[in-house]
């Protein structure tokens, strides 16, 4: 194809898919650690979360503050996907010819 660089071409689609990927996966990451819309699920990694820090406070643990992912919440992680993303793009330098 003349006149695309497809090096440049995989970074941006490696760095595009990471932040897309960061932000679609992350609440499916949260359910599977125990957070759900009901609150912490028993047994859960957050439920042990929750007590480890209940008893580094003394015995209890401030109520609320679960209320899902904000706008800028969101941006920082996709922005953290696409950091990942971009870390990883290395292996576009692979995909060029070699002579």
């Known amino acids: 194809m003349d006149g695309i660089d497809m090096e440049e071409l995989c970074k941006v689609v490696v760095i ?3 932040g897309a990927v960061t932000v679609a996966l ?3 990451a949260l359910v ?3 957070f759900t819309a009901n609150g912490i ?3 859960s990694i957050a439920a042990k979360l929750m007590s480890y820090f209940a008893i580094a ?3 209890g643990v401030a109520a609320g503050g ?3 992912l904000t706008w800028s919440g969101t941006g920082i992680l996709g922005g953290a996907g696409a950091t990942a993303g971009w870390l990883l793009s290395a292996i576009c330098n692979q995909t ?3 002579p």
């Open 96 to 98: 060029a010819a070699t």
């Open 57 to 59: 406070n003394g015995g």
């Open 66 to 68: 679960a209320g899902g």
């Open 32 to 34: 599977a650690l125990g």
């Open 26 to 28: 992350t609440p499916a």
């Open 16 to 18: 595009g898919a990471g």
């Open 41 to 43: 699920a028993a047994g």
